[in-house]
């Protein structure tokens, strides 16, 4: 019999690491080639890992619950072959040292290699104090503790890898000129319109948007490598609750989709993402971002800009508001839309036409039936 070894793989989408979420197999069992093996949950979904091998699991080697890094040993196999393969129990040379991108980039602006690191964060992961002891030279203290840990006035929670990622790219979309700018929406032809079609006020919007965006091509680009990219279809990221933290499923092309396949695709991605089972496909390639933050309450809000976009939209609750109507003040469904944008690649002005333009379609019900239906 031959010992084979089992690394978690590479998932794809930079990520770092994977959560054993649930084991399919136990210590002694014989599986087939290709048998499900295990459960991990990395930042996007919930992923199903087949097995490499046909034989026996001789040792599972991280139990339900542990963040595991990218090329750590996952279970080890007996199988029929030869008695050495050669293989030992670390991670294959050239395995990425498991850090958040936050951490990579404090390496990289400090000189510091970090499989020099000593990690002393959780699941053996380097943090900001380990790479800035590295490039001091200091070695890490074993009696140094977090603030607060040990003591019985606190909790510690650990971080999922979606919570970690959502962390990950807040910091770095921090770092963007972005400004955030409001407009009243008087939602009258709004609230018509998706109550006669029987949608939520978000597939109507995104139809009003791609019509927008034909105006103005520079809500849908993006900044990269100091140069503006014009994107010429217009995929939407869509802010979504889970159980697991924010996610942003993408409708692609919804430029080129009406009112009732936008509000299909939108329940589907969805439901997708609070089961856990979008693809990294689904994950990717925003060119422009809308956030729903009425559906929990918020009247107006300034939202982040989502990883590779340069706008995102936030429609907040839409409910009775005293309005200024031809000169009588009347209570009319209303609600804000809020508009963050990317000052490297718009300006305030352009950002306010584009906004006007949308404000005006979707106050006017002539505009609105006009719509992809």
Known sequence: ???????????????????????????????????????????????????????????????????VPVGAVLVTFEVAGPDDDGLDDRP???????????????????????????????????TEDDVRRAATGADASPGTTTPGAGTDDVDRIPLTPTRRSIAANLERQAAIPQVTTFRTLDASALEATRAELGVSPLPVLIAALARVLADHPLMNASWADDAIVLHRSMHVGIATDTERGLV????????????????????????????????????????????????????????????????????????????VADGDVVARPAGTLSITFDHRVLDGAAVGRAANQLIALLQDPDALRDLPR
Do not use: C
Not at 32 to 41: F, G, H, S, T
Not at 44 to 53: D, M, Q
């Open 1 to 67: 019999m031959a010992e084979r070894r089992f690394v978690l793989p590479d998932l794809g989408e930079g990520l770092e690491e994977g959560e054993i979420t649930a084991w399919l197999v136990a210590e002694g069992d014989e599986v087939a080639l290709n048998q499900p093996l295990v459960e991990v949950e990395t930042a996007k979904a919930t992923v199903e890992i087949p097995s490499p091998f046909a034989g026996r699991i001789a040792a599972l080697h991280a139990a339900t619950g542990a963040s």
């Open 92 to 126: 294959p040379p050239g395995a990425r040292a498991a850090a958040t991108p936050a951490v990579r980039r404090l390496a990289k602006d400090l000189g510091v290699d970090l499989a020099t690191v000593t990690p002393t964060g959780e699941g053996g992961r380097a």
């Open 248 to 323: 942003v499923p993408v409708i692609r092309r919804a430029d080129g989709r009406g009112i009732a396949e936008l509000a299909s695709e939108i329940r589907r991605l969805a439901t997708a993402a609070r089961e856990g089972t979008l693809t990294p496909d689904e994950t990717t390639g925003a060119t422009i971002a809308i956030s729903n933050t009425g559906s929990y309450g918020s009247e107006s809000g300034t939202p982040i800009l989502s990883p590779g976009t340069s706008v995102t939209i936030a429609l907040g609750r839409i409910g009775p508001r005293a309005l």
